[in-house]
């Protein structure tokens, strides 16, 4: 009876293994995608498992700060004031950290009395000692300008190891002005982002026209060409990659402010006023200029008009390259295009200046100069000569000067950086688009005697 039991069983259980292994026959095979599922499943339940178990000492990775903040967006309306208001509240913070009037003049008070002995001509001089016990009595505020590092920037060859205090007074007025500066600056930054578009700059400066006592005399009808023109050299020569905007470190770090500021010297002496584009005589000089050029009145410079700029002998090859490359409106050039070309005549030592010319003589737009592309310009420069009854001169000759005074890497192209590491970019580029230009190379030596003769004869007068 017992076998009988078991044999039931066994039996029993071999019914229900066949019946589960025709089930499983019988059921639907999985998809592909189903597989993956299921294993991606399986994979991220024991990845989890296994994270959790992991012991691990560093943390920080949990702790991570936020380095990213994206700007509001322009329907945005609540977070833009929100960014605004935070934005004046750290500047005015800022602003509050700066000295004063009241506190520059304690700090200079406090250096006179701890002047250092002994006295060595006129100028006060202080050692290390005293410039500490100054740093103590001085305030929060001044603490950062009494180091050890300051101090050695500023020790020269004194004798008993002390600094110049007037140096070291002018040193502090120096970066509280920047740092005055670079805040009102910011104040224009409406992006919040460290630049200033050409937009924000012409607000600051036509907001800053009341502040500079040589400006008094200037029309309002003049002011949106005065800052045109004022904004014009910031970007010239502080965007040359063109994009619309300037870095304010980059304003601060040049010295373009300076000179505009200059112009709160009340007693700025005529010669400044003339090299200093910023000045009212330089500005109406350049668009008095440009009217001057505006021969039919129409706001605008054709290529005839222009050709007429400075001594009027820019080759029409030359003309033809400005045309084509820069900004035109029908064929026509206005005045920011024309204070570009200016800026670029004008300042042929400078690499922006050059960067822009060379632009306009690398007619192949192979990012460099060949024999081709020196022909092609110089062949204008001889047609002038042939016009004007002088014999032309050999192309081969002036060729070989110019490779000679350039030494290229590559002798046979002459690159931008070539041109600008041989300092003679601006002697190049007059021999090849202006006939005076050339003429006054071709004839240097003769130029040099004649100016050592007036000087003689001066000195025996």
């Not at 293994?17 to 994979?43: H, T």
């Not at 959790?52 to 936020?66: A, V």
């Not at 005697?449 to 007068?461: E, F, G, L, P, Y």
Request: proline share 3%; glycine share 6%.
């Amino acid at each position: 009876a017992g076998r009988s039991a078991a044999d039931a069983v066994g039996v029993m259980d071999w019914k229900r293994s066949l019946r589960g292994r025709l089930a499983a026959r019988r059921a639907p095979k999985k998809s592909e995608q189903e597989l993956k599922d299921e294993e991606m499943e399986l994979f991220t339940k024991y990845y989890m498992e296994w994270k959790g178990g992991r012991k691990s000492g560093n943390t920080s990775y949990t702790n991570i700060p936020r380095f990213y903040y994206r700007l509001p967006a322009e329907d945005e309306v609540l977070l833009q004031k929100l960014r605004e208001e935070s934005r004046a509240v750290f500047l005015q913070r800022k602003s509050r950290e700066l000295l004063d009037n009241e506190e520059l003049q304690n700090l200079w008070f406090l250096l006179d009395k701890h002047q250092t002995s002994p006295i060595i001509g006129e100028e006060a001089m202080i050692n290390y000692e005293n410039f500490l016990k100054v740093g103590e009595k001085a305030g929060s505020k001044c603490k950062q300008f009494f180091t050890a590092k300051i101090f050695a920037k500023l020790l020269h060859n004194d004798p008993y190891g002390r600094i110049s205090i007037m140096q070291f007074f002018n040193y502090v007025m120096r970066k509280v002005w920047l740092h005055q500066t670079r805040i009102g600056l910011s104040l224009y930054d409406v992006a919040g982002q460290g630049y200033l578009r050409e937009s924000d700059l012409e607000n600051y400066i036509l907001e800053l026209i009341p502040t500079l006592p040589q400006l008094d005399g200037l029309e309002k009808s003049f002011y949106s060409f005065y800052v045109c023109t004022a904004v014009r050299k910031f970007f010239f020569f502080l965007d040359p990659l063109r994009t619309g905007k300037i870095k304010i470190q980059d304003i601060l770090a040049c010295s373009f402010l300076d000179d505009l500021l200059e112009l709160r010297d009340e007693e700025l002496s005529k010669e400044s006023q003339e090299t200093n584009w910023f000045s009212a005589p330089s500005a109406l000089r350049v668009y008095g200029q440009y009217l001057n050029l505006d021969k039919d009145h129409n706001g605008m410079l054709s290529k005839e008009e222009l050709s007429r700029y400075g001594t009027g002998t820019l080759t029409n090859i030359f003309l033809d390259r400005v045309f084509q490359e820069c900004l035109t409106y029908d064929g026509e050039m206005d005045y920011k295009t024309y204070l570009d070309f200016v800026l670029a005549l004008e300042n042929r030592k400078e690499p922006a200046a050059l960067q822009y010319i060379f632009k306009l003589l690398d007619i192949e737009n192979k990012g460099y100069l060949n024999v081709f592309s020196l022909n092609y310009f110089f062949r204008a420069i001889q047609e002038q000569m042939k016009i004007h009854g002088q014999e032309p001169v050999s192309f081969q000759d002036v060729k070989d000067e110019i490779f000679d005074m350039v030494k290229p890497k590559d002798p046979y192209k002459i690159s931008l950086q070539d041109l600008i590491n041989s300092s003679q970019g601006d002697t190049v580029t007059s021999i090849l688009i202006d006939l005076n230009g050339f003429w006054t190379y071709e004839n240097r030596e003769v130029l040099v005697a004649s100016d050592n003769d007036n000087a003689a004869d001066v000195d025996d007068t």
